[in-house]
């Protein structure tokens, strides 16, 4: 048996061998683990990838679906606003202010769907304020101002002067020669002033119509001067006589007709009706004058006229910024009524106004108009009395003045423009507005 040594460098090499290879062995199985993990995180990236595309694609599908329904939306306002447009009345430029043009989407009607939306789109608009007549000076009951407000109460207290002076020439003779007359020739001079307070009260029961009230108190006063021409009479004869009481007691109806929309006047129905409370003229005896033949005057004056009468008439408004243009047409009837005559009818009345209001600015206006009325003849027991047609003609010229949101001072001016018609009248108002909402 034959035993070999092996040497010491031997063992060396062959023990750096072995960890070569160990070493060798190691790394290789390592970067064969560490390849397999980079496969398994790059197919889970793919894997991620894909399913973010396919949930990019669902969402663009829904915001694909969305634009539809929004475009659809967006058809369905423009005809509603089209709608809207055409049943509301075109908006007016307002003084110192933007205008308001309403666009219309012509192919809004060709592109509207089937059906409506159940249920309102958006939120409604704002509720604009219904139209009111313009503010204009009061001239007359039936020409000026602004209807009362729903559940408001105006309470008008008003002071009313009158002015008449006339001469007249009564003649009771024949004529003998061209300018020549033989007989009674009375020459007269008639002057009366007449002071009359008023309280009234206006009502709104709707924003278009208002009710009036209106009680007087009544001071007449009147001066006679006379002496017949062809009588002894020295010096001028004057009688004085003045009386005082309640006058004749007046209902008011006032309705705007329409809107005043598309270019057209506002129309305002007014009826006015008087009832004879006060001193009629005919209850008051006359007395004879002394020491002048034929002569007599009543022992005082009357207060109210005697009679009822109701007077309808039609007021436009036609606002042009700055300025409104007013016309109003009227007719009075005059009911008949017993006297110690007789049957006394008086004659019926037809009038005619118009002018214009001006506004100087947010407060203070006037305006400047002309009133005709023509009075038809009397009768008395079926007989026309001859000569009893009157003509009243006046210029009127108004002023008013916004004090605050509850009080307005307001003067108008009358001048009388025929011979029937009082020289000058004057009145003054100041009404309070009461809100009893």
Same mark, same amino acid.
């Given at each position: ?175 003998? @020669?061209? %300018?020549? #007359? ?7 001079? +008639? ?5 009359? !307070?008023?309280? $009234? ?69 007014? @009826?006015? %009706?008087? #009832? ?7 209850? +008051? ?5 002394? !020491?002048?033949? $034929? ?143």
């Amino acid at each position: 048996m034959k035993i070999k040594f092996v040497s010491s460098d031997f063992l060396l090499r062959r023990a750096i061998k072995g960890v070569i290879f160990y070493l060798l062995f190691f790394f290789v199985n390592r970067s064969y683990a560490e390849a397999g993990a980079q496969n398994d995180d790059l197919a889970q990236y793919k894997k991620l990838i894909a399913e973010q595309q396919k949930e990019f694609v669902r969402q663009r599908q829904i915001i694909v679906e969305q634009g539809k329904q929004l475009e659809q939306m967006k058809l369905r306002l423009d005809a509603l606003a089209n709608q809207t447009v055409q049943n509301q009345p075109p908006v007016k430029q307002a003084a110192n202010g933007p205008q308001v043009v309403a666009a219309r989407n012509t192919n809004a009607q060709s592109a509207l769907p089937d059906r409506l939306p159940s249920r309102p789109v958006g939120q409604p608009p704002p509720e604009t304020k219904k139209p009111r007549p313009p503010e204009i000076p009061r001239v007359s009951q039936t020409v000026g101002g602004v209807l009362t407000r729903k559940n408001n109460l105006v309470v008008e207290p008003s002071l009313f002067y009158s002015y008449y002076d006339n001469n007249r020439v009564f003649l009771d003779a024949y004529t003998f @020669l061209p %300018a020549i #007359a033989i007989g009674l020739i009375d020459v007269r001079q +008639i002057k009366q002033h007449t002071l009359m !307070g008023f309280l $009234g009260f206006r009502y709104g029961l709707t924003d278009r119509l208002e009710l009036e009230f209106r009680a007087p108190y009544v001071y007449r006063t009147q001066e006679q001067r006379a002496r017949p021409l062809l009588e002894q009479a020295a010096i001028d004869k004057a009688f004085n006589t003045d009386g005082s009481d309640i006058g004749d007691l007046q209902f008011a109806g006032r309705y705007q007709l329409n809107s005043g929309s598309d270019g057209l006047p506002i129309f305002i129905a007014n @009826l006015l %009706a008087t #009832a004879p409370t006060g001193k009629s003229p005919f209850d +008051i005896p006359l007395v004879q004058a002394v !020491g002048i033949p $034929g002569f007599s005057f009543p022992a005082e004056m009357p207060t109210g006229a005697g009679y009822f009468s109701v007077q309808p008439s039609i007021t436009a408004l036609y606002p042009t910024d700055p300025a409104v243009f007013y016309g109003n047409i009227s007719y009075n009837y005059n009911a008949e009524t017993s006297t110690n005559a007789g049957k006394f009818d008086p004659g019926d009345t037809i009038g005619l106004s118009f002018g214009l209001g001006f506004g100087i600015n947010e407060r203070s206006s006037f305006s400047l108009g002309y009133q005709h009325r023509h009075v038809f003849d009397s009768d008395l027991d079926g007989n026309t009395i001859t000569g009893s047609t009157l003509d009243i003609g006046q210029l009127l010229v108004g002023y008013s003045y916004k004090y605050s949101k509850k009080s307005t001072h307001n003067l108008s001016l009358s001048i009388g423009t025929t011979n029937d018609a009082p020289d000058v009248s004057l009145e003054y108002r100041m009404p309070f507005t009461f809100d009893l909402n």
